[in-house]
């Protein structure tokens, strides 16, 4: 049951400004966000940047890369320290802004801020670790090493749905091992992504190395990868998306990196704790809103328990609180704009059109704002669009399988790859999941969702190009690496 949205005074993210070459700037245009709890409530405006906009941005973070790639590593980690301790001091402010920009809950939201100052550390220490490697020669005259140096001008570009930690766990390693950036982040994120402008500024970032660009993607897309001296892109968002980035810079030695979404499929064996797994397949497909690419989609549970599990995973959906994103008590906020709320409702009525059986909640009972009911359904077609195609919302679709071999054969049938888990207390069963699922991350008793920054991120399939993120993966793909034969004479 969902809590009327009460009156609130809540903060008013302007992101009216551009932030290149280390100034402020107004763009010609703007753009209007809107409260997606309340739709009818505007929250600020956002710089609609123009082409020319973006070129003075690559401009500028050309200029500044000599001097930043010759920065000592240790400067630069100092850097992020001090971004990370800016970040933590306007904690609240961050929160309170991203959960206007897209209406997380507002616990969440403050989660979300103390992973991005725990980023921003993590990458401080990672930049004063060793940067290449000795290794013997055939030559007894010759020494043999290789080291790490930045590529050059990186483009990021990143979604909505995480406003803070997406942005930093790409910003922070391009940074910080060496790169200047040109950072165009949704535009439904735009509050958020300048307040963290402003906290790299503040920490003493020099001009020219964060270029903040904002307005919409489909207008600037051409400008973003067509720069001469584009060194590399990362995206994360859609695979339509994701496919035009790649092929626009396919005949250019330009390194790429995109994440792309998934279809994550949970799996119950007979032998779970049905309890907690219950308990753990609410919170990956429905915290957040569903709005996470490692969200749960898909649950396929082995039938002497499927009725039980679908009894507790009706009980722990239903005790979900559902409401206004700024009340302390909510768990699940509005979806984060109207067109997405459209989306998700229209995947669920296909659904009932085809005949699925609803096991807990109601989308079709949400009366307000950009609200969706968690849901849980079941007897779907497996060819249905619903579980062939990403929602984005917290829409769940439960299968009843025979065993693991059948449970196996559906979870991988999709072009997604991204995350996957599995419900045993049977080990031997439990490794065979994690080297037979088709996916890059694999939970073993734990939610489909949830990531640590120390440790690779990233898909298989449509899900990634199959780069990784976060840890030791973000120094390798922005760094490139030189062998030097050092021979005395």
């Not at 906009?53 to 240790?74: F, I, S």
């Not at 790299?200 to 001469?228: Q, R, Y």
């Not at 679908?310 to 906020?333: H, Y």
Request: one cysteine or more; a negative charge.
């Amino acid at each position: 049951m969902m809590p009327a949205v009460e009156t609130r005074s809540t903060p008013v993210p302007q992101g009216d400004t551009l932030f290149v070459a280390g100034e402020w700037r107004a763009a010609a245009r703007a753009g209007e966000r809107f409260d997606p709890s309340r739709p009818e409530r505007s929250t600020g405006l956002f710089a609609a940047a123009a082409a020319a906009d973006v070129e003075d941005a690559y401009a500028a973070a050309v200029a500044a890369a000599p001097a930043w790639a010759a920065t000592p590593a240790p400067a630069r980690a100092e850097l992020l320290r001090r971004a990370a301790d800016c970040l933590a001091a306007r904690a609240e402010a961050a929160a309170l802004r991203l959960t206007a920009d897209m209406g997380k809950a507002i616990g969440d939201a403050r989660a979300e801020v103390r992973r991005g100052a725990a980023i921003l550390r993590y990458f401080a220490g990672e930049l004063e670790q060793p940067i290449g490697e000795t290794y013997a020669s055939a030559d007894p005259a010759t020494a043999l090493s290789t080291f790490e140096q930045p590529l050059g001008v990186a483009c990021v570009i990143t979604p909505w749905n995480f406003p803070v930690a997406i942005p930093l766990w790409k910003l922070a390693p391009a940074i910080g091992f060496g790169n200047t950036v040109v950072w165009k982040p949704a535009e439904a994120a735009s509050g958020s992504a300048v307040l963290l402008a402003e906290v790299l500024a503040d920490a003493g970032l020099p001009a020219g190395v964060l270029n903040l660009i904002t307005g919409h993607g489909s207008e600037l897309s051409a400008a973003l990868t067509g720069a001469e001296r584009l060194a590399a892109i990362t995206f994360t968002g859609s695979g339509t998306v994701g496919t035009r980035l790649r092929q626009a810079v396919a005949d250019r030695n330009v390194k790429v990196q995109l994440e792309l979404g998934g279809k994550n499929p949970a799996i119950v064996l007979a032998d779970a704790d049905l309890a907690d797994a219950a308990l753990q397949v609410t919170r990956g497909a429905m915290l957040a809103t569903g709005q996470r690419c490692t969200a749960t989609s898909r649950v396929y549970v082995e039938r002497p328990v499927a009725d039980e599990f679908a009894r507790l995973l009706a009980d722990q959906v239903g005790r979900l609180v559902v409401g206004d994103p700024f009340d302390e008590a909510t768990q699940v906020g509005p979806l984060a704009s109207a067109e997405q709320a459209a989306t998700v409702a229209e995947y669920f009525a296909l659904a009932r059109a085809e005949g699925a059986r609803v096991i807990a909640g109601d989308l079709a009972a949400t009366a307000e704002g950009c609200f969706a009911v968690p849901t849980v359904i079941a007897d779907v077609a497996p060819d249905s669009r619903v579980v062939r195609e990403e929602v984005f919302g917290p829409l769940l679709v439960l299968f009843v399988v025979d065993d693991l071999e059948d449970a196996l054969g559906a979870a991988n049938e999709t072009d997604f790859g991204l995350s996957s888990a599995i419900f045993t207390r049977d080990l031997g069963k439990a490794m065979r999941f994690v080297r037979e699922t088709q996916t890059g991350l694999v939970h073993v008793n734990r939610e489909t969702a949830g990531v640590e920054p120390h440790v690779p991120f990233g898909g298989v399939k449509g899900s990634s190009s199959l780069s990784r993120e976060q840890g030791k993966a973000a120094r390798q793909f922005f760094t490139t690496t030189k062998t030097v034969y050092l021979r005395s004479t």
